[in-house]
Nanobody, 129 residues
Framework: QVKLAESGGGLVQAGDSLSLSCAAT????????MAWFRQAPGKEREFVAS????????FYADFVKGRFTISRDNNKNTVFLQLNGLKPEDTAVYYC??????????????????????WGQGTQVTVSS
């Protein structure tokens, strides 16, 4: 059974940092693109960042603006998201996702939630002002 489990969320103050992790079990995802999305209360889920199979290619939403860094460890079947310079508007549930679609090798498609095959349950990030 495939399972993605996020961890590392919490309550922090504006300007603080958090490190999110997402461990995948049930199969190897070394051939899958991996990504992070988030959903704030009352808003639609939005793309945050993605990383290619090898880890050499990353893609970020404009609002990240150099504050977040996505990485992966294929030996551990894990994807990470380092959040720096957190703002109150970053408050959301953060979800990891993995996808096998070849379209995910194209930057234009990497933010498409419908192209990802497996999703975690999410971890809450709350940033106070």
């Amino acid at each position: 059974q495939v399972k993605l489990a996020e961890s590392g969320g919490g309550l922090v103050q504006a300007g603080d940092s958090l490190s999110l992790s997402c461990a995948a079990t049930g199969r190897s995802f070394s051939s899958y693109a991996m990504a992070w999305f988030r959903q704030a209360p009352g808003k639609e889920r939005e793309f945050v960042a993605s990383i290619s199979v090898s880890g050499a290619d990353t893609f970020y939403a404009d609002f990240v603006k150099g504050r977040f860094t996505i990485s992966r460890d294929n030996n551990k079947n894990t994807v990470f998201l380092q959040l720096n310079g957190l703002k109150p508007e970053d408050t959301a549930v953060y979800y990891c996702a993995v996808g096998y679609s070849p379209y995910l090798t194209i930057a234009t498609y990497r933010s498409r939630a419908d192209l990802y095959d497996y999703w975690g349950q999410g971890t809450q990030v709350t940033v106070s002002s």
